[in-house]
C-alpha cells in the first residue's frame, strides 16, 4: 500500500479501510505524514460528530452498537466510530470487554470502527481525535461517533469535539452525578439513563431535572432519554432525539461551534509545533549545560528556560 | 501579610505556615509571584521526597498518616506534606473523606500539609508539585511527603519527582497489578501490602516478587513490606526501609536523579514560558483571521500555526 497521504486519501474515499486506518495512524504519530494527513483533512468539510460519554460500566459501548445499527437502517450508508481508551491501569479488563462486543459490527463493511488509546497527562493522543474526525470527513463520512469513558478532563476535551454530546448514566447515579455536576452540564447535548430496567430511573430523572433548573444547562435544554441498549429499548428515539438536535443548531450557533473546532485544532498543531521545538533544544549541549547549572544552584529553571529559548 | 516572595520565604522560614501556603499557591498559579517563587526556591536545596502511590481506596493517607507519626517521633522536628488530588469525578467522596482523616494532623505545629488540585490533561497542577516541593525545601523542611492517587500517568510524574517511592496495594490485587506492571516496576522504590490483616496477602506478595523477578526493576531491588495503617502495624519497619533507601541511593545515582528533576523542572517552565506565548498569540486579531481562514477552508491548522509563530 502506498504511504502517500494524499492517495491514502483517495483510496480511502472510495472505499479503503486499510488506507483509513493508516491515515488515522499518521495523525497519531507525528512527523510529516501527521502534518500532511491534516493538511488535506482539514480541506474537506467536517463529518457531523456525536460523542458518547460517562463513566465505565455506563453501557455506553453497547449503547454505541445499538445507535450504529439504528443510523445504519436509517438515512446513512456508512458510519464511522471512534472509540477513545483512557489508560487507564486499574480498569483494563472492563475496556477490552467493551472492545470486544463492539465487533458485532467489525465484519459490516458500511462501519469503520476504530480505538484511539490516550497516552500521559500531556499532549496525548486523546488530542489526535479531533483531527482523526476530519480524516473521516475527508474519506466520505457523513456522520461519525466517538466513544469515551468518562474521566476528569477527558469528556470535556471530547465533547469539544462533538457536536451533540451524549452524557450517559446509570439508575441510582444521583451522588456521582453531583459530583460533577458542572462538568456533565457543560457537556451533555442529551443525557441518557442507559439500563433503565434496573431501579432507580425516576430518582435519576429527578436528579437530572434538578440539575438542569438549578445550572447553567446548553441551549436547547436536554432532553433526559431513558435507553436499555442491551435490548434496543429507547434507542431509535434517542436517535430520533440526535437527529432533533442536529436541525436545532443549525445556522449562526453552528458556525461559532465550528469555530471553536477550529480554534481548538489550531491550538493543537501549535502545541505540535512546540513539542517539536523543545526536543530540538533538549538534544543540545546548551540544555545540558542549564541542567547543571540548575544542579549547581546557578541558576533556576526560569532563567535556565529564558537562556535556551533566546538562543535557539 | 507581605506579597513579596522574599519576604514570604523570609517568613515560612521562621515558621509562619501562612507565608509558605502563599508561596505554594504562587507556585500553583502563575504570573510573576510563581517565576520570583521557583526563582528563590531553586536556589536552595531540595528536601528529601518520599512519594507514595497507589489505587484509590488503598489506604495511602492513613499510611501517610503514621508516617508522619512514625517520623515526628523520630529524628525530625518537621515535615512537609503535599496531597495530590486527582480530579476524578465519581470518587469525590472517597477524596474528601481522605483529606478529612488526615486532619489527625492539622492542628499540629511541626505539620505542614497541603492538598494540590489537578487540572485538565494540559498543564495541569500536579506539575506545581515539584515547585512546591522545592518551596518546602527553601523553607527549611529537610524531608516532604508527597501522596497521589495512581492513575494512569500521574503516578509516574509523581514519582519522577520522588527520591524514595512507595507503592501501595492490597491483598487481593493480584490482577490489578498485572494490568500495570511496567509502570509500578518503575517506579516503585518500596512496595506496601496495606491491610495486611485480610486475607490474600501471601498471594500478593508471589504477585509482586514475580513481577520484580521477571521485569526491570529499579535497583536495589524494591523491598516488599507489609502494612496495617488502621493500627500502625509494620510503619516503624516501613520508615526504617525508607531511611535505608536514601542510604542506598547516596552518590553517583543519587546525582544522577537530581539531574533528571532538574531537567524535568526545566520542561516544566519552558512550558510555562510557552502558554504565555500562546495566550499572547491568541488574543491577537492574526489569530481570529486564522480561524475564520481554517473554517473556510482556505487554509489548514498547520499551515495557520507557522504563519502565527513567524510572525509573532
Not at 467536517?46 to 443510523?71: C, H, M, Q
Not at 437527529?243 to 465550528?258: C, Q, V
Request: aromatic residues 4%; proline residues 5%.
Amino acid at each position: 500500500m502506498t504511504r502517500d497521504p494524499a492517495e491514502l486519501l483517495a483510496a480511502a474515499g472510495e472505499g479503503s479501510r486499510a488506507a483509513l486506518a493508516r491515515l488515522i495512524t499518521y495523525v497519531e504519530s507525528g512527523g510529516p505524514s501527521q502534518r500532511a494527513t491534516i493538511e488535506l483533512a482539514y480541506r474537506a468539510p467536517s463529518p457531523y460528530v456525536v460523542g458518547l460519554t460517562g463513566p465505565p460500566g455506563a453501557g455506553k459501548s453497547t449503547l454505541t452498537d445499538r445507535l450504529i445499527a439504528e443510523a445504519l437502517g436509517g438515512e446513512l450508508d456508512e458510519i464511522g466510530v471512534l472509540c477513545v481508551d483512557p489508560s487507564s491501569p486499574f480498569t483494563g479488563g472492563a475496556i477490552l470487554g467493551d472492545r470486544i462486543r463492539m465487533q458485532d459490527h467489525a465484519t459490516d463493511e458500511r462501519v469503520f470502527i476504530r480505538s484511539m488509546a490516550t497516552r500521559g497527562a500531556l499532549g496525548g493522543l486523546s488530542l489526535a481525535v479531533p483531527d482523526a474526525l476530519r480524516v473521516l470527513g475527508a474519506a466520505g463520512f457523513p456522520v461519525a461517533l466517538v466513544e469515551t469513558v468518562g474521566v476528569g478532563q477527558m469528556e470535556v476535551d471530547v465533547a469539544g469535539a462533538a457536536d451533540t454530546t451524549i452524557v450517559v448514566t446509570n439508575p441510582g447515579w444521583g451522588d456521582a452525578m453531583q459530583a460533577n455536576k458542572a462538568g456533565l452540564l457543560e457537556v451533555a447535548d442529551i443525557f441518557v439513563i442507559n439500563k433503565a430496567d434496573r431501579p432507580g430511573v425516576r430518582e435519576t430523572r429527578r436528579d437530572l431535572e434538578q440539575m438542569l433548573d438549578l445550572g447553567t444547562a446548553k441551549d436547547p435544554r436536554p432532553p433526559i432519554l431513558e435507553t436499555v441498549a442491551s435490548t434496543g429499548e429507547g434507542v431509535a428515539e434517542l436517535w430520533s432525539a440526535i437527529l432533533e438536535h442536529r436541525r436545532s443548531i443549525e445556522g449562526p450557533r453552528h458556525a461559532e461551534h465550528r469555530r471553536a473546532l477550529a480554534s481548538a485544532a489550531l491550538e493543537r498543531v501549535l502545541g505540535v509545533l512546540w513539542r517539536a521545538r523543545l526536543a530540538e533544544i533538549a538534544e543540545g549541549q546548551a540544555y545540558e549545560d542549564q541542567v547543571s547549572a540548575i544542579v549547581d544552584g546557578r541558576t533556576d529553571p526560569y532563567r535556565a528556560a529564558e537562556t535556551l529559548l533566546s538562543s535557539s
